[in-house]
């Protein structure tokens, strides 16, 4: 309902100043009348009449057209302002003052043209019943022969309850490719940017993996699907294994784009992915292949509505402007550049609608827990491989022992069926995967992969037999894709050593118990079947409670780490664990020894929004939104995180934290993220507010600051809303004596 007449039905006080002056100016030698021609409530994309999905606690524009009703000419000098009601409440920050007026209002406004409309920001609640009622010249700043037809409205929008849902990324060591990709480039507030711009969740967890890098020393392009397996079983096991929530995604960065497909998922839904790092496409291509993960495939549409980039995330690196016109291609169309792609409706709505994104009765309001699965695991056996479809094989990886694995279920639509079998033969477990849902390449040409990941988690324990064998079938023929048996005998660890790899002054290289810097594991073992052997190296900070993954499948029998990126150990409790697959038995060796290791690092805190350096004019709304994670306390709660104006002092805390009684001038902003430890990091930026006379007064708009206005401010106190001249939250003394400055002797 967006009508006058519902504007009146609901909020009839709005209007009750009516028609005091009308027809007073009309023989003005300019007739102006104007009215609300449009309301656009928009989180990137919005289809005609306000249809599309709304999330709570996401930042929002509003992007008002003005009619001009008649009038040839475009319009100066006209604003507008918003007022937001929840539950037929008026909410804490309204009403809004546009963040671009006053305009020169077009005859033709064309939403593609940032400034043809009138556009306002704020961070709405979750509830069904949110209102928005917009007036147009509310002081009557210019003279109309008509006022009575200047309001419009949104009626009873529903913003609805999303999680915070959880992404790691893991910086991947290239070897071939030259090494790791840019830390700035792949951090928050760049290489999430596209990310946060069309997929709307309670907010995005983004960090870097608690395991730190990943070593890659084979061709990418042959060992795409082996990849994709690593950083699934990063996400799925090694991760909680150290005692870490499991993400619900996690994504691998490559320096520059050395894969020929840009980048790839682990399926369609699914939950791994990598891409790459070339200027032109990383941020596209990150959010690309999250679109796959949400279980979107290729298409080839263009978004058909103007979007929007409520944030301006877009800006950096390629100046891209708010507005996206309908020509832009859906980020799901493959093979393309950042500045072709924006989002349509099926895949924005994708990620609102997928039950990862859902809000549970642990995050109440989207907030509990941060995201990440909470599973509860059991003792476990993960398969991995890699299914070639025109040789109609699967070659498989070693099999790794978990701890604490969570167990796939069957996939009605799956093709492909793993059996277990225990050792006597007897079928204990069997469940189907889908390995083809996902074969298109993300290139230009979408070509057809030949290859695809195989993952599969089944209980190692079933019915109190223990898994010996599988065998893997194609579903369609019965066909053995695959088959694998448990070797007679497990291996054995023979050596086992860590020591610094630049020796410390003083003490032997066998005894430091010490580790801050570079640091080299070297081991050797042997089995009596001939099978080959790889193993994961292991950290445990805390004496064996939690184990990180250090490095995965490795066979050369010597791992080179950093010490200094480990979480800190307790006292000397850092436990170094390896652990040794023949293909399919597993043994651990760990060594006695506890080490000191690492040291208290400061938490991650990125800027998201604003831009530094961005303009804004005076009392419009200002969202301050960051990311902020810690190795040791993980996802920050809103109290860590506090900003705070060179010119206003302290602003407030949280990680979303809107503001709109900003003082003119330029300001030098901090935003701090402290941890439970006390250790900081601090991002500066500027910010910019241009001076604008946002609000005369004037509360009854009958062109006059006078006795009715003094009543309306006084019937206000300790409220909110129009009154609330100095934008502080409550109408107090300091808003009379505004009022009072401003009155019409």
């Known amino acids: 309902m967006t009508s006058q007449r519902a504007t009146m039905i609901k909020f009839p006080s709005l209007l009750a100043v009516g028609t005091i002056a009308m027809g007073l100016f009309a023989s003005a030698a300019t007739a102006v009348d104007l009215t609300v021609s449009a309301i656009e409530v928009t989180q990137g994309f919005q289809a005609s009449g306000n249809t599309t999905a709304l999330v709570g606690f996401n930042p929002t524009s509003i992007r008002v057209k003005v009619a001009l009703n008649g009038q040839t000419t475009p319009q100066p000098g006209v604003d507008a302002l918003v007022r937001v009601y929840s539950n037929g409440v008026e909410i804490a920050g309204s009403p809004l003052y546009s963040t671009n007026g006053p305009i020169s209002a077009p005859v033709a406004p064309?939403?593609?043209?940032?400034n043809d409309t009138l556009n306002f920001y704020f961070v709405p609640p979750v509830g069904t019943d949110v209102d928005f009622v917009v007036a147009v010249n509310p002081f009557r700043t210019i003279v109309e022969t008509n006022y009575a037809n200047n309001a419009g409205s949104v009626l009873n929008r529903n913003f609805q309850c999303r999680k915070i849902v959880e992404l790691a990324y893991v910086p991947i060591n290239y070897t071939l490719g030259g090494g790791l990709p840019s830390a700035s480039m792949i951090q928050p507030g760049n290489g999430d940017n596209f990310v946060r711009g069309i997929y709307r969740v309670r907010d995005w967890n983004y960090h870097r993996s608690p395991l730190g890098n990943l070593n890659w020393t084979t061709d990418v392009n042959a060992s795409s699907t082996t990849l994709l397996n690593t950083l699934n079983d990063i996400r799925q096991n090694q991760i909680p294994a150290a005692g870490y929530t499991r993400p619900e995604f996690i994504y691998g960065w490559l320096?520059?784009?050395p894969y020929s497909g840009n980048g790839a998922a682990i399926g369609a839904p699914g939950a791994a992915a990598f891409g790459n790092t070339q200027l032109?496409?990383?941020?596209?291509?990150f959010a690309h292949e999250l679109g796959h993960l949400w279980g979107q495939q290729h298409n080839t549409t263009s978004i058909g509505t103007v979007g929007f980039d409520v944030e301006n995330h877009l800006r950096d690196p390629l100046s891209l402007p708010q507005p996206m016109p309908t020509t832009k291609k859906d980020i799901m169309y493959a093979g393309l550049d950042t500045i072709d792609a924006w989002v349509n409706q099926t895949t924005y709505l994708d990620a609102i609608n997928d039950s990862r994104s859902a809000c549970t009765a642990a995050s109440g309001e989207g907030d509990g827990g941060a995201g990440g699965a909470s599973d509860a695991g059991q003792p476990a056996i993960?398969?991995?491989?890699?299914?070639?479809?025109?040789?109609?094989?699967i070659t498989l990886q070693p099999a790794f022992d978990l701890v604490s694995g969570i167990i796939d279920v069957d996939d009605p639509t799956g093709n492909v069926w793993v059996e277990a079998y225990d050792k006597d033969g007897v079928l204990i477990h069997a469940l189907r995967k889908d390995t083809a849902r996902c074969r298109t390449q993300c290139d230009a040409q979408c070509t057809v992969h030949s290859k695809t990941s195989f993952y599969a988690v089944l209980p190692r324990f079933e019915d109190e037999g223990e898994i010996a064998s599988v065998t893997l079938r194609e579903v369609r023929t019965g066909e053995v894709l695959a088959e694998l048996d448990r070797s007679a005998h497990a291996p054995v660890v023979a050596s086992l050593t860590i020591a610094p790899m630049n020796p410390v002054i003083g003490k032997p290289r066998e005894i430091v118990d010490v580790l801050v810097d570079q640091v080299e594991l070297q081991w050797n073992a042997s089995d009596r079947d001939g099978d080959a052997l790889?193993?994961?190296?292991?950290?445990?900070?805390?004496c064996g409670d939690a184990w990180f993954a250090i490095a995965l499948d490795d066979a050369s029998g010597s791992i080179a780490f950093d010490a200094a990126s480990l979480p800190q150990s307790r006292a000397h409790e850092g436990k170094f664990r390896l652990?040794?697959?023949d293909g399919f038995n597993t043994t651990d060796a760990e060594l006695s020894q506890g080490f000191s290791v690492g040291g208290g690092a400061p938490p991650d805190v990125h800027?998201?929004?604003?831009?530094?350096?961005?303009?804004v004019a005076q009392g419009s709304s200002v969202i301050f939104h960051a990311s902020a994670w810690d190795m040791e306390d993980q996802y920050f709660n809103d109290g860590g995180v506090t900003w705070t104006s060179s010119i206003d002092g302290a602003l407030g805390t949280g990680r979303v934290l809107a503001k709109r009684n900003l003082s003119v001038g330029t300001h030098t902003m901090t935003l701090r993220g402290t941890d439970a430890s006390g250790l900081f990091t601090e991002v500066v930026f500027s910010l910019i507010v241009t001076a604008r006379d946002f609000n005369t007064g004037d509360l009854d708009a009958d062109g006059f600051t006078d006795a009715a206005d003094l009543a309306i401010l006084l019937s206000s106190w300790g409220g909110n809303g129009l009154a609330d001249l100095t934008l502080d939250g409550t109408v107090i003394a300091d808003d009379l004596a505004m009022l009072l400055s401003r009155w019409d002797y």
């Open 607 to 615: 800027l998201l929004s604003p831009n530094s350096g961005a303009v």
């Open 534 to 542: 790889v193993a994961n190296l292991l950290y445990s900070p805390d």
């Open 110 to 114: 064309n939403s593609a043209n940032l």
């Open 255 to 257: 320096l520059g784009n």
């Open 382 to 393: 993960r398969f991995a491989g890699t299914h070639d479809h025109a040789q109609r094989r």
């Open 579 to 581: 652990r040794v697959s």
């Open 280 to 285: 032109s496409k990383y941020q596209r291509t």
